[in-house]
């Protein structure tokens, strides 16, 4: 097959789902079955099995104070749109048989749709940044098409089974770079003094980031260390200096040293209350790391029913009596469940699945508009 996986943010943002889609494309080019193209807006990296094409857009921070209206609903819609516009003039459907987004509205709406009467790939949505595309009638959702759906959680899975070919797929981790062993806070011209809360999380509300920040500072001598960036980030500083002056930190890395950074965590807190998938939730499991997220179907999925680290993340007390908990008990118990990331959630695994379900596609895409 000749696969193409469009997503405007490839090789020049580290979010979960540049992550994912990167990682899948490279191991599905390393089975040297098909031919695989990333379509983004960074610069071509050396190592890669794919093949790269960037195409210009205007970054989602130039559009952080314009008005929230559909379809322009966020800053990363806007920015998605000068991506596509650009991108349509060097965009040939018949370069590929199977196409892969899960950016919505104006990517999709051009893998499907143009060009008007002439053939198209098949088309698959994953639902990295929720499934909303793909069951909502309402507005531009309903102008939502695809052949094919990988939903990254069960919820996901079981609200649209029935409506779309339908897969469920996690996402996963590169067992050669997250994996338990000593931190360094040297590394990271960090402090000896107190524990170390980590937050892998973009400054949105939906993240929750002040919330935790308010909870780690019920914590005596806890450092807060949050990597991401986000339109919240002047306020997440203003608290900082008010709340836990000299004890946090925002900073962003290069994905290559996220491992380390785990490492370095005495606990990660997560406190959002969903995630369409949430990569930090595996990267921290196969680091070894205790977690404390909010407990809800995705991430008992995840780790299981047991797990300790799992409470309301809605309630202040019982969220900063997790924190102390995970604090308490250490990294032992995180280190032993770590075993189990790589048979679940190792990348390799996770591309298998992922070309199994586009071969299907597009066999049967082939089989109708032959």
């Avoid at 608290?239 to 290069?254: K, Y």
Wanted: net charge negative.
């Amino acid at each position: 097959m000749r696969i193409s996986f469009v997503l405007p943010g490839l090789h020049r943002v580290h979010r979960g789902a540049e992550v994912a889609f990167e990682a899948v494309a490279n191991e599905i080019a390393n089975l040297g079955l098909d031919e695989v193209t990333l379509f983004g807006s960074g610069t071509e990296l050396a190592g890669r099995a794919y093949a790269f094409s960037s195409t210009s857009l205007i970054p989602r921070e130039s559009f952080e104070r314009f008005p929230k209206v559909p379809p322009f609903r966020t800053e990363y819609i806007y920015e998605e749109s000068t991506w596509a516009l650009n991108h349509l003039r060097s965009y040939r459907p018949n370069d590929a048989d199977v196409t892969v987004t899960c950016s919505y509205p104006f990517v999709n709406w051009m893998l499907t749709r143009w060009p008007p009467f002439r053939r198209k790939p098949a088309h698959i949505f994953v639902t990295q940044n929720g499934d909303w595309p793909a069951y909502c009638d309402d507005l531009e959702y309903s102008q939502f098409r695809c052949d094919g759906l990988i939903c990254t959680n069960p919820d996901y899975y079981e609200r649209n089974k029935d409506r779309w070919p339908s897969i469920l797929v996690p996402n996963g981790f590169d067992p050669k770079k997250f994996y338990p062993a000593k931190g360094d806070r040297a590394q990271f011209d960090f402090s000896e003094k107190g524990p170390i809360v980590l937050m892998v999380s973009a400054l949105v509300d939906s993240k929750r980031v002040l919330e935790g920040m308010r909870a780690v500072a019920e914590i005596p001598d806890a450092q807060l260390v949050v990597a991401g960036d986000g339109p919240l980030r002047e306020k997440f500083d203003a608290l900082g200096e008010e709340i836990m002056p000299g004890r946090f930190r925002r900073m962003t890395l290069p994905l290559d040293q996220m491992p380390d950074l785990y490492r370095v965590a005495d606990v990660m807190l997560h406190p959002t209350f969903h995630e369409s998938f949430g990569n930090v939730y595996v990267e921290a499991l196969a680091t070894g790391i205790p977690v404390v997220a909010h407990d809800y179907p995705v991430t008992k999925w995840i780790y299981g029913g047991d797990y300790p680290g799992l409470t309301d993340a809605g309630d202040e007390e019982l969220l900063i009596k997790a924190l102390k908990a995970a604090l308490e008990r250490g990294k032992e118990n995180a280190i032993r469940r770590a075993d189990n990331a790589v048979t679940r959630f190792a990348w390799e695994n996770i591309a298998k699945k992922y070309r199994e379900f586009l071969a299907e596609v597009h066999a049967r895409h082939r089989s109708l508009v032959s």
